[in-house]
């Protein structure tokens, strides 16, 4: 397990398989996500949530690297996510 903090709540992370986690945080609640693709320079990463309705993109640049986040959108479309919901957060 491993501890990942969102700035104020601590949530357990237990690897389930190959890219997917199942986060947990002291009240019991629970999610998950699974790492969809992560670049050979591991620059830049797609994570979402196996139900599709909640994902995203993460890069080491604040600007990324144009052809990454074109691949990183593309792997989001293919697996259903709906991309025109993507906002830029820095």
């Known amino acids: 397990q491993v501890g990942c903090g969102d700035g104020g709540t601590l949530w357990l992370a237990q690897q389930q398989g190959q890219g997917r986690y199942a ?10 996500l699974w790492v969809l693709w992560v670049d050979e320079g591991f620059r830049t990463a ?12 993460l890069d080491r640049s604040a600007s990324g690297g144009a052809d990454r986040i ?5 792997i ?12 830029i957060r820095q």
């Open 23 to 32: 986060l947990s945080r002291p009240d019991g609640s629970t999610r998950t």
């Open 70 to 74: 074109a691949a990183a959108r593309e």
């Open 46 to 57: 797609v994570v979402g949530n196996p139900v599709g309705d909640f994902g995203w993109i």
């Open 76 to 87: 989001l479309d293919f697996n259903g996510y709906d991309t025109d919901q993507l906002r």
